[in-house]
Structures are given as C-alpha cells and as structure tokens.
C-alpha cells in the first residue's frame, strides 16, 4: 500500500495505491486522523486494485472526518471492480463517488 | 341406419326385379314378332290354296256351262260368271274374282266378269285395290307369261305380305280356241286384320300376365333374397356396434347361399369373439411380464450407484441407458480406504434379462473383491475364475477397472477386453495398456496391470459401445471420431459434466433413431484442489490470498474472490475465539477447489455460529458496531452459494462460485 497526500489550497488529495484491505486501510485511517482542516478531502482510487470492508469503512470515516471539518468529500476513479464492492454497501449512492473514465 | 337399410332394398329387390322384367319383356318381343310371323305365313299359304281352289272351281264351272251349250266361253257366260264370283265373295273369304278370256291366238282380251265385297259387274280394265283406290288393271308379265299356256293353275304372288292381295290364277280351254283366264285374290288388310286383332288381345293378356309375374317376382326375391340378407346385415350391424356378437345366432337351415353366409357368419362372429378373449387375455399376460420388466429394471437401477459422487478433490459423474427395460451394461465406483476410490464400467454380452443376471452377478463379485483391497487386476482374476467355473451358456463380460489414490495422484488400472478409456488432459488420449481377456470365458487367466499419473484437471472417461454404436437415421455410427471430438470440445461448467455433454452430443446425434444398444458412461475428475491450516490470525490471510492468485482463473474472478474470503476470514478471526476456553488449539482450515465451479471452504473449531443470518446491513446505521454485517454482506453478494453446517464441533461455510462464460455478473452497473 502506497499513500501520498497533496495539500492544494485546502483540497486534501489522498492517492492511494494496490490493496486497500483489513491490512492496510489502518494506514489510511491513521493519515485521516491526522487531518486537521482542510476545504475539501479527496480520495483517487485510480490505482486501488482491490477494496474490502475493511478499506470501505475507511472511506466512511473519511466522509465522517470530512462533515466534521466541514470539507467536501468525495472518492475518484473507481474502476468498475472495485465499483461492484462498493455498489453492494449502497455507499454509492450515498457518497460522491466517480466511476474512472 | 334407415337410409343404410333404404338403399340395400331399393339395389338388391327392385334392381333385380326390374332387370328380369326388362329380360322377360324383352324375350316376349321376340316370340311375338316371331310367333306373328309364323302364323302370317301360315295364313298366306292358306290363303293362297283357298284362291287356287276358288279360281280353279270357277274356271271349271264356266268352261263346264259353255260345254253344256255347246259354245264358247263369250258374253253369253256372263250371268253364270257373276253367280259364281258373287258367291264366293260374298259367301268366301274371296275378296275379289275377275273373269276373262283370251282368243284369236292370245291376242284378244275380253273382261267378263269382276265381283268383289262390294258387288259385281262389268267394269272392264278397272277395279279398285284394296285400299279402295281406283287403278287401272294391267297384266304383269307374270300373268302375261300365265296367259301364253295352254292351261293349269298357277301363283299370281311374290308373297310379299304387304303389298295389295295374294292371288291365283287359273287357266282352262273351252274347245272353241278361247281361253278362260279365272284371278281370285285376297286383299292383305282382310287377311291380316282380324288376325292382328287377336294378337291384340293376345299380347294385352301377355303383358298383363308379365305385370302380374314380375310383382309376384318381387315379392319371391324379396322374401328369398332380400329378407335374409337383410337380417346378416342387420346382424353385422348389431355385432360392429357392439364389439360382439348378439345373443341371437343367425338361421343356418337350409342349403342356399344365405345359409352358407349365415353359417359362415356364426363361426366368424364366434371365431372373434374367441380372439377378443384371447387378446384381453394375451394383454393382461403381457402387462404382467411389463410389470415384471419393470420391477426388474428398477432393481438393476438400484444396483447402480448414484449418477454424481465427490471425494475429496475427486468428482465421478455416471449414466446408464439401458436399450430394453433391462440391460447388460453397469457402472460402478466406490470409496475405498485411505480416500481411494475404484471406478468400474463393464458390458456383459447379449441384452436383456439373461444379460443383466450376469450383470449382477459380476457388480457384486467386483464389489466384494474391492473392499478386500484387490487391486484391479486381482479383481479381474479373481472375479473371471468364478464366472468362468459355471457358464454353460458363455455369457462374458468385458469390463475396465480402475483404483484412484489420491496420495500418489496415480490411477492403477486393468481392462479385460473394454473399449479403450480416455484420459483428457489438454486433449482426449486413448488409456492404452493392460488390455486383457474378457471375463467369464477361461479360467486362471493372467490379468496386468499398469498406472497412469493423474494430475489436478484431468479426466478420466469411461463408456461402453453404446455410445460409439448410436446410430442416426441413416443408421450410421456415432463412431470414435465423433465421440473425440465431444471430449476435445468439453469445457467445464456447472452446468454439464462430461457426462451429461456427451450423451447430449449423442442424442443430438441420434435423434429419434432407436437406441440399440445399453449406453453406459462415466467420468473422474480431479479437481484442483488445495488446503491450508491456518492460525487464527489476520495476518494468515496472506497465505490464503496466495492459494486465491496463483490459481489459473482470470483476475477479476481472483480479485472477488479474495474480497469473500478475506470478509470471511478476518470475522472467524474476530468473533469465532472470543472467550474461547477449549483444550484444543484455535485452528481454520480453508480448502479452495475448482473445476468447473469454485468452491471455499472455511472450517473452525470455534463456537458454533452461523453467519447466514441476519445479513442484513444499513449503512445509514452505525457502520462500526456493524462491523461484521458489511463484510458478510459483501461476501455473501459476491459468492453464488452460500452453505453453513455445524458438524464435529466445527464451523463449516462452504462458498460457491460458479464458472460462467459471464465472471463478474454480480457487478451491478451504475
């Protein structure tokens, strides 16, 4: 798992890389945890292979971190695998969340 | 029925009856106009003779009064010529007398006298004929001829009936050098009218008569003919209407064709009801021996293994089609120690009842030879030694058996005489070797052996001849090749075995043509399949992850699958040891398997816990006091079966997927 982080102007952008299971999402929820402001907080799942509930509560505590900052949130690039785990918490539909193109 | 019986009288009475009356009418015509012949000439020559006499007396008398006067026959005679002439005219049946003499050497004529019905006279040169027309009279050249003699009496008549009169003419001498020419005639109207008159009367009798016969024939063929035809008829009718023959036997007195018919048509209707007896009771002969068959039939069957059996990584798939009710054909496998398991197909030759009492005999000896732990040639032996001791009838068997250790991953085989196994592993290769006698033939025959490597993939295909002998239509051959080419095309799926694929190649092929012979099939197949022991430990999983990515499926099936199994895993790690307080140690099995379906299993030794239900997940709910529902519900969604038993204090979860054309159906798109 490989996770870089860009500040621009406030808009928090996570890039997130290969696995994002029980093992490593605790990474990411520690660099969530580490946030203290931001405007917005985006996750770019364009090189995750491979999400599991694990990386999906992730993706919920950052929304959470998000409302309590008060920062637009929102997941990108999801490839259409990763999609179909998602689409089968209903997240999809709650969150803002782009398909790759 | 009416109109059925309407239209036999109206062919056979009245057509039969008219026909003879139009023959007898006919033949009537025929004597009549004959018979009226007959008598019209009659009455000619009567009639003819009569005018001869007449012409002759009336000659005599005038010549004999002229002699008696001593003068010629002249003028003078005239008084004694109407006499004579008046008198048979009027008296006679004469219808005419004319009176003349020929003199100075037949050169002159004198008319003497004429009488006729009518009167008498002097007309000369004319009269009238006897239709009362006036013509004037002039010799023919008969009578020209007649005049030329010296005398005599002779026919003035070509006997024609209708022309004037008949007539005769005599001639005499008077002495004096003078002829006397005497013509009598009848006319033909008074001849022939009151003869016509009384056949008239004849011929209306006649007709009378016939009218009378041919009622009275009608009313004879009616009663003779019709009536006891009409009674068989009657009598059939009765008989096809209810399937048998009445009660009442027609009447067989007598010595006439009806008689004949009705005889005839007693033994028939017995003769039918005989063979309706014996049909029912040939029927009810036959259903019994059908349900005999089928009794049998389902006691072979119960012989047979179940069609589908899976041991650890191996799978057997079976069929057996029998041509008759019964058949010769068998298979058979079994679970030997050590997780072995022996596969068997054989054909005992000929068809039938006889055919499966061998068939029987051999399934049990092999049976019972295999839990002895024999290997396959031993059995062979062993069971060929019994059935050759006492087979009068040398019935045999060929047979292939083979025994699976999955151990070795090595399959020892021995075949008596069978049709060449395959084994498919990229293609469909003939398992050659070890070929034998066929069994139940000699005694103490030495039997090989041999074995064949057999890895995860491969299949093992046995068949009898039934399924290289199906025939099509055109009664041709499903043959080798055929049958190779439905192995080579084989894919695995869950929704065929091997099996199944072929046979349905083979009716496909086959169609509605008539199966002739017992088909038999079946098939092993070694599954990949691998199996870890593992720790209940999150950081186990990895180990698991390997198994899932080094199989041969594509990644996107790979990357879900490792999604299920990791939701699985890490909730058995979580939940199934907490307060766990057992002498045993925590322990997970995982056993990943594919062929033509995927299947995980997870198995713990911790407390007993079904995770198939309440799945139910609300994401607007606490997500984290949720945390095993998410991961379940993901599972389970990405899986196609889902199956929890509780045996031997374990948790069992068995998770299915099956191989599609389609992989990620479950993607449900946005």
Redesign the interface.
């Known amino acids: 798992m490989n996770i870089t982080q860009n500040n621009n102007d406030g808009i928090i952008t996570i890039v997130l890389e290969g696995w994002l ?3 490593s999402s605790p990474e990411l929820g520690e660099i969530i945890d580490g946030i203290d402001s931001a405007k917005g907080i985006v996750l770019d799942f364009a090189k995750i ?6 990386g ?2 992730q993706i ?2 950052t929304h959470r971190k998000s409302k309590e900052l008060e920062a637009a949130f929102s997941v990108i690039n999801v490839n ?2 990763v ?3 998602i ?6 539909k ?1 969150l803002k969340i782009k ?1 790759e193109y | 029925m009416n109109k059925y019986r309407t239209i036999i009288k109206d062919s056979l009475s009245k057509k039969l009856t008219i026909k003879i009356a139009i023959l007898m009418i006919s033949v009537f015509l025929i004597l009549l106009v004959g018979a009226f012949a007959v008598v019209a000439n009659i009455i000619s020559e009567e009639a003819f003779t009569y005018n001869k006499s007449v012409a002759y007396t009336v000659c005599d008398l005038v010549v004999y009064q002229a002699a008696e006067e001593h003068r010629p026959v002249d003028v003078r005679s005239r008084d004694n010529i109407q006499l004579y002439s008046e008198y048979f005219c009027q008296w006679g049946r004469i219808d005419y007398i004319s009176t003349l003499t020929v003199s100075d050497n037949d050169t002159k004529v004198t008319y003497l006298g004429f009488a006729d019905k009518e009167g008498s006279g002097y007309i000369e040169k004319t009269r009238t004929d006897w239709l009362g027309k006036e013509i004037e009279y002039s010799f023919t050249e008969k009578e020209k001829e007649i005049l030329q003699t010296d005398g005599g009496i002779y026919d003035n008549n070509d006997y024609s009936y209708f022309g004037d009169s008949t007539s005769a003419v005599a001639v005499s001498n008077d002495g004096y050098g003078n002829k006397v020419v005497v013509v009598a005639g009848i006319s033909y109207k008074e001849l022939f009218k009151s003869t016509a008159e009384r056949f008239l009367v004849v011929v209306l009798i006649l007709i009378g008569a016939f009218i009378l016969m041919t009622v009275v024939i009608y009313y004879l063929i009616r009663k003779s003919v019709f009536l006891p035809a009409k009674r068989i008829s009657d009598s059939m009718t009765e008989f096809i209407k209810n399937g048998q023959r009445s009660d009442v036997k027609l009447d067989e007195s007598g010595s006439d064709e009806f008689a004949m018919i009705a005889a005839s048509f007693n033994r028939m209707t017995d003769n039918i009801d005989r063979y309706l007896h014996n049909i029912k009771e040939l029927t009810s002969v036959q259903e019994r021996q059908k349900v005999e068959l089928d009794i049998a039939s389902k006691i072979q069957k119960g012989f047979l293994a179940p069609g589908e059996f899976h041991s650890g990584n191996c799978e057997v798939y079976a069929m057996m089609t029998p041509a008759k009710n019964v058949g010769g054909d068998f298979y058979d496998y079994m679970l030997l120690d050590n997780g072995r398991i022996m596969l068997t197909i054989a054909d005992v030759s000929g068809k039938g009842m006889s055919a499966s009492l061998f068939m029987a005999v051999t399934l049990v000896l092999m049976r019972q030879y295999a839990r002895m732990n024999y290997s396959p040639a031993e059995i062979l032996s062993k069971v060929n030694d019994i059935l050759s001791e006492n087979n009068p009838n040398l019935l045999f068997t060929t047979a292939f058996i083979g025994i699976y250790n999955p151990a070795t991953q090595e399959m020892s085989y021995s075949n008596a005489g069978h049709n060449i196994p395959y084994i498919i592993r990229d293609v469909p290769e003939p398992l050659v070797g070890a070929e034998n006698i066929v069994l139940g033939l000699y005694r103490n025959e030495h039997y090989e052996q041999t074995t064949v490597k057999m890895d995860p993939g491969d299949i093992i295909f046995l068949y009898t001849d039934g399924a290289t002998e199906a025939v099509d239509d055109n009664r041709h051959f499903f043959g080798i090749k055929r049958l190779e080419e439905a192995l080579n095309s084989f894919r695995p799926s869950h929704e065929e075995n091997l099996v199944e694929y072929v046979n349905s190649s083979i009716c496909e092929y086959a169609k509605d043509a008539e199966q002739y012979d017992d088909l038999t099939m079946l098939s092993l197949t070694i599954k990949e399949r691998t199996v870890l022991e593992l720790r209940p430990d ?2 186990e ?1 990895g180990k698991i992850r390997k198994v899932i990515l080094d199989s041969k499926l594509p990644r ?1 099936l790979q ?2 699958l ?2 299920a199994a ?2 699985i895993f ?1 909730n058995i790690c979580s939940y199934a040891f907490e307060g766990f307080d057992s002498s045993e140690k925590p322990e997970v099995r995982f056993v990943f398997e594919y062929f033509d379906r995927i299947r995980m299993r997870f198995e713990d030794n911790g407390m007993a816990y079904d995770p198939t239900r309440d799945v139910q ?1 609300d ?2 709910y606490d ?2 006091s949720q ?1 095993g529902g ?2 379940k ?2 599972a389970f ?2 899986a196609d079966s889902v199956i929890y038993e509780y045996t031997d204090n374990r948790n069992i979860l068995t998770i299915t997927k099956y191989l599609k054309g389609e992989i ?1 159906e ?3 798109e ?1």
């Open positions: 299971d029980h093992s292979e491979y999400v599991s509930s694990a999906i509560r919920v505590a259409p695998e999609m179909s785990v689409a089968i918490t209903g997240l999809d709650k398909r | 999150e950081s999983f996107e990357l879900s490792c999604v990791e939701e890490i997940f994401v607007d997500v984290d945390i998410l991961g519900l993901i969604t990405i990620n479950y993607h449900t946005q």
